[in-house]
């Protein structure tokens, strides 16, 4: 079980994936107003980009496919542990194993690095309910573990990793299919707008069956913020919108 519980001064996360490996100060979102810094998904061994049609949009959002491009974790250790320790903000590494060992070892090797709270746990959409309880246990160590489940199967899966020993779910993209430019369909995760009510109805049925919970999906202004803290969050993270240079301007975030 985790040594250290899970909890945020100000309960607003970047989401895996919208920010990078570590907090740039320099760059366009106040880090001031997150409560932790969630670096990009992190795999045992480095991962190349995907290939063909990334990026589709359809009404109320879009269609993303990157592959989840990194390094592998030995290499982003060593580029990135100097600044997490240093970083004004707590960090959660997210992780993308695809064997319970791999999960096991990865966070094995975080457990001791100054500046890293706790971890997060990716799930892919296809992952079955014995897959997720054996990833989900092999995480758990000292640092707190949430685990990122996709929005369309947060309700099922989220029992399951909670019993695992996770501290609490997180909600990721959900995935689609649009036909690209040359008819082809092409597969990703979907982002934008539409995806909040979605979110806030898995947020509200988690919430129901008594499981903490890192909302997302679809947040665009400080008003979905405030209606998924006020229907139970305990913190909400932060995608997309990160992408449009910050938030702050406006009746955007």
Known sequence: MPKYDLSFNVPVLNAAGSLGFAPDPHGAVDLSRLGAFVTNPVSLRPRTPAQGTRYLIFPGGFLLHTGYPNPGIRSVIRRYAGRWERSPMPIIVHLLPQRAEDAAQMSQNLEALEGVMGLELGLPSDVTTEEAFVLAQAAVWELPLVVRLPLERAVEL????????????????????????????????????ALFPLALEVVRRLVQAGIPVIAAGGVYHPQDVETLLAAGAMAVQLDAVLWRGGWGSGEEL
């Open 158 to 193: 989220a029992p399951v990793v909670i019993e695992a020993g996770a501290s609490a779910v997180s909600l990721g993209p959900p995935r689609g299919a649009l036909p690209g430019p040359g008819g082809e369909i092409a597969q990703g995760r979907l982002y934008g707008p």
